[in-house]
Antibody, heavy 123, light 106 residues
Framework: QVHLVQSGAEVKKPGASVKISCKAS????????MHWVRQAPGQRPEWMGW????????KFSQKFQGRATIIRDTSATTVYMELSSLRTEDTAVYYC????????????????WGQGTLVTVSS | SYELTQAPSVSVSPGQTASITCSGD??????VSWYQQKAGHSPVLVIY???KRPSDIPERFSGSDSGNTATLTISGTQAVDEADYYC?????????FGGGTKLTVL
């Protein structure tokens, strides 16, 4: 059974960085890409970026280009997302979600999702 | 930025059919996915590539598209289907979600 387990909640001050982990199990890690999606309270989900777990290629929403980093550790079957220069508007639940279509950035769909990591940015 | 538009809420009686729509420019040229999100839980994929259903999703969930509108249909709606539903599509290599429709089963 495919399972994604994320790291715990974080509280950060404006200007700081946060790094969230996503441990994958139940499938061949390098055969499926991983996306990061965030959801602010009461808002729609927002796609942030993606990593090809086979070759390390990444793509980001223009909104997060330069501020978000996604890396993978194939030996640990874990993907990490780091967001820098945090502002209060970054307060949200951050999800990792597997690309069920594989590692190509094409016809992508999100299945399954991790349990989410609440990041609170407050002074 | 690409915009997907959904009605904020839909109500349905148990056993009836619920239809949730999603509209966007040139949506006919894109694949649409649908996600169910129950309160306090992570989203779950219920429809992808407009009409396909994951193997673990009940048959009462179906998807269709006509022109620039995609529709999620839930036949024989049950109380457990009460949730927020989000459509999602890709535009210029960026993923976009609709604003969500809250389905209430009265």
């Amino acid at each position: 059974q495919v399972h994604l387990v994320q790291s715990g909640a974080e509280v950060k001050k404006p200007g700081a960085s946060v790094k969230i982990s996503c441990k994958a199990s139940g499938y061949i890690f390098t055969h499926y890409g991983m996306h990061w999606v965030r959801q602010a309270p009461g808002q729609r989900p927002e796609w942030m970026g993606w990593i090809n777990t086979g070759n390390d290629d990444t793509k980001f929403s223009q909104k997060f280009q330069g501020r978000a980093t996604i890396i993978r550790d194939t030996s640990a079957t874990t993907v990490y997302m780091e967001l820098s220069s945090l502002r209060t508007e970054d307060t949200a639940v951050y999800y990792c979600t597997r690309d069920a279509s594989g590692n190509a950035f094409h016809y992508n769909r999100f299945d399954p999702w991790g349990q989410g990591t609440l990041v609170t940015v407050s002074s | 930025s690409y915009e997907l538009t959904q009605a904020p809420s839909v109500s349905v009686s148990p056993g009836q059919t619920a239809s949730i729509t999603c509209s966007g420019d040139n949506l006919a040229d894109k694949y649409v996915s649908w996600y169910q999100q129950k309160a306090g839980h992570s989203p779950v994929l219920v429809i992808y590539e407009d009409t396909k259903r994951p193997s673990d999703i009940p048959e009462r969930f179906s998807g269709s598209d006509s022109g620039n509108t995609a529709t999620l249909t839930i036949s024989g709606t049950q109380a457990v289907d009460e949730a927020d539903y989000y459509c999602q599509a890709w535009d210029s290599s960026t993923g976009f979600f609709g604003g969500g429709t809250k389905l209430t089963v009265l």
